[in-house]
């Protein structure tokens, strides 16, 4: 049984930061891309960032463009999103995701999420 399943959420103050984890089981990690996506009140579930099975390559929607940065443990199954100089639009309901060479056109499997609150 695959699982998915994220940490490091909470309430932070505009311009902080929050680091995210996603802890992988049940799947050959290093064989899948993974990334972030976010859903806000209201909104459409959008993506964050992605990351290629090596890790050596990172892609990142324009809004978090330079002050997030994903990356990952194979070793350890573990994904992670370093999020920096947070505002407002930032809140939402991240998740973690992960699938194969279509990702993120095709996610194969999804966390349940984890609630940033960016307060002013």
């Known amino acids: 049984q695959v699982q998915l399943v994220e940490s490091g959420g909470g309430v932070v103050q505009a311009g902080g930061s929050l680091r995210l984890s996603c802890a992988a089981s049940g799947l050959t990690f290093v064989h899948f891309h993974m990334g972030w996506f976010r859903q806000a009140p209201g909104k459409e579930r959008e993506f964050v960032a992605r990351i290629t099975p090596s890790g050596l390559s990172t892609y990142y929607a324009d809004s978090v463009k330079g002050r997030f940065s994903i990356s990952r443990d194979n070793a350890r199954k573990l994904l992670y999103l370093q999020m920096n100089s947070l505002n407002s639009e930032d809140t939402a309901v991240y998740y973690c995701?992960?699938?194969?060479?279509?990702?993120?056109?095709?996610?194969?499997?999804g966390g349940q999420g984890t609630q940033v609150t960016v307060s002013s």
């Open positions: 995701a992960a699938g194969g060479p279509r990702f993120p056109a095709v996610i194969d499997y």
